[in-house]
């Protein structure tokens, strides 16, 4: 399904006393960004706010004047987008997902659908709105106050018929609004239970990469190598496999299965150092009895 996207991103951000809140890092990356990859398949991005360096391009857009609100903003954004549906987004939600993208994007709402969290509020900056109806009563708006200037999104939704959608993932719908929410959204990308998942996918970002990865393997070929051979090995090897996949892909391999082959090709000799070494071993003890009791 074809679609576009507005992204807001130039409110003031007063109860972050004024900080430049879409370029505030989460697990090392920008909040605007983190919001961009989840509507990575947009036909046309569009971002509503000051330019800045993307991960990714973007079209650019201001409301006039500037700080005229969410809904002067969505208005702004919407005249440079053509796709039947719209998806619109604040540009302070480190945990949105393309799954939760991908449920509003194909709910059966009329006039579109919005997200609902868990506290069973809708979101209507986490939404996918039909062009049509969402133009027709901004336009109607306009012309009844003159302009749409400090009017509030719900002038708009009240009139649209919108699914109600839930969460692919739980805190999709969370937003940085205070120096509290930001901390709480750092904390929880870190935890145990997540954190090599958020930091694979951080990375493979930040590199350009999209393969699957197998963690078990890795951390065990990882483990092999330290132990088999030595602790430095480790890294090194984990290196090696990936670059012998990016040669095996380059080459026509699928990546997941170059990744898995040069893996369990490193795995095996590293598990042969080990028992060369215990042979080793063993050797040499036999050979100091042997000498001590002599």
Known sequence: MTYDAIVLAGGAARRLGGADKPGLLVGGRPLLDRVLDACADAATTVVVGGRRPTARPVRWAREEPPGGGPLAALDAGLRHTTAALVLVLSADLPFLDARTVRRLLDAPGADGAVLRDPDGRDQPLVAAYRAEPLRREIALLATEHGSVTGLPLRAVTAELDLAHVTAAAPLASFDCDTWDDLAAARARIREHGTVL??????????????????????????????HGVARPAAPLTT???????????????DPAEAVAEASAKAADLA???????????????????ETGSG
């Open 239 to 253: 290196f090696l496999v990936g670059y012998a996949a990016a040669r095996a892909e380059a080459a026509g391999a």
């Open 197 to 226: 998942e958020s930091w694979i996918t951080a990375a493979k970002t930040e590199l350009g990469i999209d393969v699957d990865v197998d963690t078990k393997t890795l951390l065990d070929l990882a483990r092999d190598a330290a």
């Open 271 to 289: 598990l042969r150092w080990a028992a060369e070494a215990a042979e080793t071993a063993g050797a040499e003890g036999t050979a100091a009895e």
